[in-house]
């Protein structure tokens, strides 16, 4: 089965010219991995009451997550179908995701929002609370680089989940990577992927909301 929500993935090809002036696309540090069966989902994150766009969120999800949701897909349109498509891709052990900001927050910002989706997971108990303490507890030092210049509209996330191991990837819209860590153990697979899938985050209504849903007669 092939499904592809997508309507535009970035390509991560260099684009060449001899013309002066013309600027080269960064390649992407993690390409997406493509292989099928897969279901991409996108969303859009809007804060504040302007509905201010923030940033865009592309999720990949690999051949055996696919499997497990065939049978739920279209998605019905109620909490309860909803809820089972969520709770099967949080446990994805194949996934990729990029985050794409359209505009420049402060890092404070930017691990608020991380902080405060991650506190929604663990109450929900999709993560242990010992689990939090030890992801959430290594943020600044992980994205320590940005400290000084904050994010800018441009700049890109790549997330990488294979098993129980996670790399990350930030890279800057001019192409400079000044993030790239890998952990492993399974409280970092879930607590991205249960910040983007438990109830109340910013992304879970987008996501869920891009799979394919059945159409009311």
């Known amino acids: 089965m092939k499904s592809n929500l997508a309507t535009a993935i970035i390509s991560g090809v260099f684009l060449f010219s001899s013309l002066p002036g013309v600027l ?40 055996e997550t696919v499997q497990k ?22 446990d994805s052990r194949d996934a990729w995701a990029e985050m794409i900001f359209q505009r420049g927050v402060s890092l404070d910002q930017f691990l608020g929002g991380i902080d405060e989706n991650m506190r929604r997971a663990r109450d929900a108990g999709l993560i242990t609370p010992e689990g939090y303490e030890l992801v959430a507890g290594g943020l600044s030092r992980s994205y320590a680089p940005l400290a000084a210049d904050g994010i800018a509209e441009g700049d890109r996330i790549f997330y990488r989940i294979s098993g129980d191991t996670l790399r990350t990837v930030f890279q800057r819209v001019g192409g400079d990577l000044v993030v790239d860590q890998t952990d492993i153990g399974p409280e970092r697979r879930l607590s991205l992927l249960g910040s983007f899938f438990v109830k109340g985050s910013d992304f879970r209504k987008g996501l869920v909301g891009s799979l394919p849903q059945s159409q009311a007669d």
Request: glycine fraction near 4%; charged fraction near 25%.
């Open 24 to 63: 080269a696309i960064p390649a992407d540090p993690i390409p997406c991995p493509g292989s099928e069966p897969s279901l991409t989902t996108r969303t859009l994150m809007e804060k504040t009451i302007f509905k201010v766009d923030v940033l865009t969120l592309e999720l990949w999800l690999g051949p």
């Open 69 to 90: 949701l065939t049978h739920l897909l279209p998605v019905q349109d109620d909490d309860k179908s909803r809820e089972a498509a969520a709770r099967i891709a949080l």
